[in-house]
């Protein structure tokens, strides 16, 4: 098993919406497998199909903390059925945008349906960090990013700095 490439922003194709997952065979499983992986060593709290590249329906992700066991969770064609009215703001991080933060505000409580690695229809009631969490690697399956939350000058600030990153260690 090898951990994945993770695209940074930025990058088309983080910005591409993601197809469903037609049939979870073999092929999917070693990608869920390498994403869990990849989301571990990076290390990250989540980590979508289309930031290594692969524009399928599937997002891993593991809220616990370090001092606690993991917990990872695979969702496959997830889908959030039922939103919160209440709003929360926080900061968010991206595996695809370094070192960089933003406040996005978002419902306090979700709930997502979705298909775990065996097939099973699941669904999961969240609330605090993970349903934060859940509805950030959802908005990566339509290619949406934290930033895309923020005001344009600062999503246009992020993207600068970011391109420059790139050029310098390019260079
Ligand atoms: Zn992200």
Same mark, same amino acid.
């Given at each position: 098993?090898?951990?994945?490439?993770?695209?940074?922003?930025?990058?088309?194709?983080?910005?591409?919406? $993601?197809?469903?997952?037609?049939?979870?065979?073999?092929?999917?499983?070693?990608?869920?497998?390498?994403?869990?992986?990849?989301?571990?060593?990076?290390?990250?709290?989540?980590? $979508?199909?289309?930031?290594?590249?692969?524009?399928?329906?599937?997002?891993? $992700?593991?809220?616990?903390?370090?001092?606690?066991?993991?917990?990872?969770?695979?969702?496959?064609?997830?889908?959030?059925?039922?939103?919160?009215?209440?709003?929360?703001?926080?900061?968010?991080?991206?595996?695809?945008?370094?070192?960089?933060?933003?406040?996005?505000?978002?419902?306090?409580?979700?709930?997502?349906?979705?298909?775990?690695?065996?097939?099973?229809?699941?669904?999961?009631?969240?609330?605090?960090?993970?349903?934060?969490?859940?509805?950030?690697?959802?908005?990566?399956?339509?290619?949406?990013?934290?930033?895309?939350?923020?005001?344009?000058?600062?999503?246009?600030?992020?993207?600068?700095?970011?391109?420059?990153?790139?050029?310098?260690?390019?260079?």
């Amino acid at each position: 098993m090898a951990v994945l490439s993770i695209l940074t922003a930025p990058d088309a194709r983080l910005k591409e919406p $993601a197809r469903p997952v037609e049939r979870i065979d073999e092929r999917v499983l070693a990608l869920v497998d390498a994403m869990l992986e990849t989301m571990y060593d990076a290390p990250g709290i989540g980590l $979508a199909a289309p930031q290594v590249g692969v524009g399928l329906r599937v997002f891993v $992700a593991d809220v616990s903390a370090k001092e606690e066991p993991p917990s990872p969770l695979v969702l496959i064609n997830p889908a959030i059925v039922w939103r919160s009215e209440e709003l929360v703001v926080a900061e968010e991080g991206c595996l695809s945008l370094p070192e960089h933060y933003g406040e996005v505000t978002r419902p306090a409580e979700v709930v997502m349906r979705h298909r775990d690695r065996e097939g099973s229809l699941r669904e999961i009631r969240a609330a605090g960090l993970l349903a934060r969490c859940l509805q950030h690697e959802q908005d990566h399956l339509d290619g949406i990013l934290f930033i895309d939350h923020l005001s344009m000058l600062r999503r246009n600030m992020i993207l600068r700095k970011l391109a420059k990153a790139r050029r310098q260690s390019r260079a």
